[in-house]
């Protein structure tokens, strides 16, 4: 593990801290896109199925399929189909949801709850590749959905589904109380290929337990939302700012004692609400993403440049296109960058204490990004992690190792809401 954070003390007594301008990580692998999120292959040739069998396995810690059943639902996999992997997955968790049926109909509850939470994840994983928006999309998300929130009742877990009203329509969420009367809230916002149930396992959970309220909301274009025809928005902090109404309204959330955590692309809607979300105690992301134009684009480029002798894309690989394309309420590839061209966070409004999180085997874009937005925030609290491949949190949003992301954000959430306490 490397941590780089340069951090000298201000003030002794006051308990002030800032950073030193980030470091620049060792520099990207020879031939490494501009949409890569892992340096390494795990399982399967192709990067995206190998990023979400990646994905599949971190959930394990926190309820997902343990090692031996996500490895079972991939050894029927075809490299690269997405077919395959949709019903591989989908047929997994029917076996999982039959078996919570089976265990709850002897009163085994607890044991039925973990099963459930299991099925929810082979079907989490199966909708990763179906079709956007057509039929066997919606009925993995409904069955998904289902067996998530009858988890959370037979795990007898005190988490609360809530719906943010929102341009005449809702943004889902969840809410899990901490027995803790004043715990700080965490609002964790994930990026493209998340819904707040997964968000659940990949962090949420963590979070709860190391004595935190976790809200988890799905945002415009996040999760099934763009059925709905909300789509990715380049003012995130609109809808953050209405979640945020509703953690104040419903659950009690204090201005002051919330603390933001974007993930992916919700790393860009962390860097925009971090200058204009008053409300906000500190802001993690991993990565900071304050230009995601400057990633689409360039992806788009190299996906279209690969001229007559470029092997054809897999089926996984145009069902992602596809599935971006949906989330963001664009007809064309060219009509999504040019839509995202000028979204952009101002570094210069960030003035909370902010924490990037940069993973050694991301985008180049990504890590370029990261080092400017750290060195430019004008917050006089300040830190820059970057986790090397020895981490084995290397990978986009530490996907290999969730828990270490969990672990350095609740140490500086931690230091923050103890030196706001002492101020």
């Known amino acids: 593990m490397i941590r780089r954070n340069f951090v000298i003390a201000a003030s002794a007594v006051a308990g002030v801290t800032q950073t030193l301008a980030a470091p620049a990580a060792p520099a990207a692998p020879t031939g490494a896109r501009p949409d890569q999120r892992l340096a390494i292959k795990y399982r399967f040739d192709d990067p995206n199925m190998d990023l979400f069998f990646m994905s599949a396995l971190s959930w394990g810690p926190a309820g997902g399929l343990d090692i031996g059943q996500a490895f079972h639902a991939a050894s029927t996999i075809v490299d690269g189909d997405a077919d395959s992997w949709v019903a591989s997955f989908g047929t997994y968790g029917d076996v999982q949801d039959a078996q919570a049926t089976t265990w709850a109909k002897r009163g085994w ?64 969420g969840l809410f899990l109380r901490n027995a803790a009367a004043d715990a700080p809230v965490v609002l964790l916002i994930g990026g493209a290929d998340t819904c707040f149930e997964d968000l659940f396992l990949s962090y949420g959970r963590a979070f709860w337990e190391r004595g935190y309220s976790v809200a988890i909301a799905d945002l415009p274009g996040q999760g099934i939302t763009a059925a709905d025809g909300l789509y990715w928005e380049i003012e995130p902090e609109r809808p953050i700012a209405a979640v945020v109404d509703t953690l104040i309204q419903r659950f009690g959330a204090r201005a002051g004692r919330i603390a933001l955590v974007g993930c992916s692309l919700g790393g860009y809607f962390a860097t925009r609400a971090a200058g204009l979300e008053p409300r906000l105690a500190t802001v993690i992301a991993t990565t900071p993403f304050p230009a995601p134009g400057e990633l689409f684009g360039a992806s788009v480029r190299a996906a279209l440049a690969g001229g007559a002798e470029a092997k054809a894309p897999s089926s996984a690989t145009l069902r992602s296109w596809q599935t971006m394309l949906w989330k963001a309420g664009a007809a064309t590839p060219q009509a999504f960058v040019a839509r995202w061209e000028p979204a952009r966070a101002d570094a210069a409004k960030v003035t909370l204490p902010f924490l990037s999180v940069l993973g050694g085997g991301d985008s180049p874009v990504f890590a370029a990004q990261a080092r400017r937005w750290h060195e430019q925030i004008h917050s006089s609290r300040k830190e820059f992690v970057f986790l090397d491949a020895a981490s084995g949190a290397d990978g986009h949003c530490q996907v290999n190792a969730r828990v270490r992301l969990v672990q350095e954000a609740c140490g500086w959430m931690d230091e923050v809401f103890a030196a706001k306490a002492r101020s």
């Open 109 to 172: 509850r607890r044991a039925a709850g973990e099963a459930r939470l299991k099925a929810f994840a082979s079907y989490r994983s199966a909708w990763q590749f179906a079709e956007p928006g057509g039929e066997s999309f919606t009925r993995l998300y409904r069955q998904h959905q289902k067996a998530f929130a009858t988890a959370m009742n037979e795990l007898a877990l005190p988490a609360t589904l809530f719906q943010v009203p929102y341009q005449g329509k809702a943004l889902p």
